[in-house]
């Protein structure tokens, strides 16, 4: 698939790879703040797009709208200058949205057919980035899609929880991957970007 634009997976896994616990919500601590927000922003600048599973959408879309609107979320400790400027580059974003009952808005595309071949003619258009979130059910068949996936942006936290959706779980296909980037932060959280290595 040759294209001058890349799909990039980001999500947050606790060290035994598993992305929320038994219930959908995220474990404590979560050693997320300002100085790995900021990090992070030097890869959400690059993209334009982000395309989310329906339930992760649902997570994250309106929480940050609310922050974009100068708004505090009633759940939020504290809201940074990081905080403002992720909010605002997601406001700005194309939103893609992978369900087969939300119906699509003047603020999202919704994806209810084939997932890999609507990725793949995104792909195939001008833009930037295009940003990648979803749980393993969707992951797994994207991630073994020759071409398709660039790049994985996992931010790893200082805890292992024993029940939980793992972010590869499902997976049928080998990956390759080669290390671009390492940073680890002083709260425990360590952000590894991996290039793929395409099969021979």
Request: proline letters at 7%; hydrophobic letters at 45%.
């Amino acid at each position: 698939m040759d294209s001058g634009r890349r799909i990039a997976v980001h999500m947050q896994t606790t060290v035994n790879n598993r992305i929320a616990t038994a219930d959908g919500g995220f474990w404590e601590p979560f050693a997320w703040g300002e100085e790995e927000m900021a990090y992070l922003n030097r890869f959400v600048r690059a993209a334009d797009t982000w395309a989310l599973s329906r339930k992760l959408y649902e997570a994250i879309v309106p929480w940050w709208d609310t922050v974009a609107k100068g708004e505090v979320p009633d759940d939020a400790p504290a809201i940074t200058a990081a905080d403002r400027e992720f909010a605002a580059m997601l406001a700005n974003m194309t939103k893609v949205v992978f369900s087969r009952t939300l119906p699509p808005a003047d603020d999202r595309i919704v994806i209810s057919g084939d997932i890999a071949g609507e990725l793949a003619a995104l792909k195939r258009r001008p833009g930037k980035t295009i940003l990648l979130s979803c749980g393993p059910a969707t992951l797994a068949p994207l991630a073994g899609t020759p071409g398709l996936i660039d790049e994985y942006l996992i931010g790893v936290h200082p805890a292992a929880i024993g029940t939980g959706p793992q972010l590869f779980d499902g997976l049928s296909t080998d990956l390759n991957l080669r290390l671009l980037e390492a940073k680890a932060f002083d709260a425990g959280c360590v952000l590894l970007r991996y290039e793929v290595i395409p099969p021979r």
